[in-house]
């Protein structure tokens, strides 16, 4: 199993330009997550699935949409990024949410300039 | 999911015995204690998980006293790879499950040479 996967690895942005987070899985998870990651701020949530078709927002939801229409990925789309952006963001899945065991993806730093 | 406390950092050195203890006075009846561990540049990865008493895995123990107020995770003999940065969550992964995991900023431990 590849586990979770994220796509790219790096990348840079222009204010206003848009773009889609790539996350995918091969464990079969019903429940995927986003969370962004700023230093000296922890994990925060952006946005969560608990299955294909629906999905709920975080702590910090604003600026990103998400969609998931399989059970394996789970894309984040930037519509007009800012630089309050800048972070890196990570996915996660498990079996279901809360305190069930998270699987993380190895992120995606992202530069809005 | 209940509000914990952990310390924002610790220091230590190779070969001692790290105790980390988070404080988690609201906890309720169905929750579970986890703690997660985060490398520079990574995600973060689970590390363990407990209702009571003493959990040990081939990484850490938990330890949970009677009230289950607070938990100390405890990493024994530790080396410069056990450099991270450690989060304590606790929440109810079953009623909980459709409930976002929450992170904190964690504690941020250092051990040297």
């Known amino acids: 199993n590849a586990g979770v996967t994220q796509t790219p690895k790096f990348q840079v942005l222009k204010t206003g330009q848009s773009m889609t987070l790539q996350c995918a899985q091969d464990m079969n998870h019903e429940y995927m997550s986003w969370y962004r990651q700023d230093p000296g701020m922890g994990l925060r949530l952006i946005h969560y699935s608990v299955g294909a078709g629906i999905t709920d927002q975080g702590e910090v939801p604003n600026g990103y949409n998400v969609s998931r229409s399989t059970t394996e990925d789970f894309p984040l789309r930037l519509l007009s990024a800012a630089p309050s952006q800048t972070s890196v963001y990570f996915c996660?899945?498990?079996?279901?949410?809360?305190?069930?065991?998270?699987?993380f993806g190895p992120g995606t730093r992202l530069t809005v300039t | 999911l209940a509000k914990t406390t952990q310390p924002i950092s610790m220091d230590s050195y190779e070969g001692q015995e790290v105790n980390i203890t988070c404080s988690h006075n609201?906890?309720?009846?169905?929750?579970?204690i986890t703690w997660y561990q985060q490398f520079p540049s990574q995600g973060p990865r689970f590390i363990i998980q407990g209702y009571k008493t003493k959990v040990t895995n081939e990484v850490a123990s938990l330890f949970i006293p009677a009230d289950r107020k607070s938990s100390t995770l405890s990493l024994p003999r530790v080396s410069l790879s056990d450099t991270a940065v450690y989060y304590c969550l606790v929440g109810d992964p079953i009623n909980q499950a459709g409930t976002a995991l929450i992170f904190g900023k964690g504690t941020t431990l250092s051990v040297s040479s």
């Open positions: 996660a899945s498990s079996q279901q949410g809360g305190t069930y065991e998270q699987y």
């Open positions: 609201n906890i309720a009846t169905n929750d579970y």
